[in-house]
């Protein structure tokens, strides 16, 4: 069974909207993020705060490489773990790789509460937002497949990746 691993920005959804696939097409869901905390014993603001970002992307890089090797699993990745070449590279392989994607109005609105993003603790988080994404975005764009999530129900965009999903396997045939 292909692993299917959701990528994107931080507060696209990709945890509610993977642990709903996985309950649709009864696979295992994995949150990285989850698994991170778990293995460090404390919160990834924590994490960040005690250890510093280097420490925990090295445990993320970890974390990911256990996973994506086990099968029929839907991962949901943390928004950074794409900047790691290496570690793209391993997801694109090792699964289908779907990039939620939103645009920036969309996650100013979600983000914006959010007290729980280190990667956002700036004193312009709106322009913070502007530079994580313009770096990011096109890598993310490099995933199999890009869905827009802007303003859909959670539920349109399961059935979307499920629709991706049965086409990719009969493509296989
Ligand atoms: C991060 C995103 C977070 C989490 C960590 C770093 C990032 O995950 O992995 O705070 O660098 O974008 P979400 O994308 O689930 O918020």
């Known amino acids: 069974m292909d692993n299917i691993i959701l990528v994107g920005f931080m507060g696209v959804g990709k945890s509610t909207i993977g642990s709903e696939l996985a309950k649709k097409i009864s696979y295992k869901f994995l949150d990285s993020d989850n698994k991170i905390e778990e293995r460090a014993g404390m919160s990834i603001p924590d994490i960040f705060r005690i250890y510093g970002e280097k420490y925990f992307r090295r445990l993320e890089f970890e974390i990911i490489k256990d996973i994506v090797n086990m099968s029929g699993i839907v991962l949901a990745t943390g928004g950074g773990a794409v900047m790691n070449k290496q570690l793209f590279e391993m997801l694109m392989s090792k699964g289908t790789v779907i990039h939620l994607d939103a645009s920036l109005s969309t996650l100013y609105d979600r983000l914006k509460d959010s007290n729980n993003r280190p990667m956002l603790n ?52």
Do not use: F
Request: net charge positive; charged share 45%.
């Open 122 to 173: 700036h004193s312009n988080r709106k322009k913070r937002i502007d530079e994580l994404y313009s770096l990011r975005r096109p890598v993310y764009m490099k995933a199999h497949h890009t869905i827009n999530t802007d303003g859909k129900k959670i539920e349109d965009i399961v059935d979307e990746i499920v629709e991706i999903i049965i086409g990719r396997e009969e493509d296989k045939r």
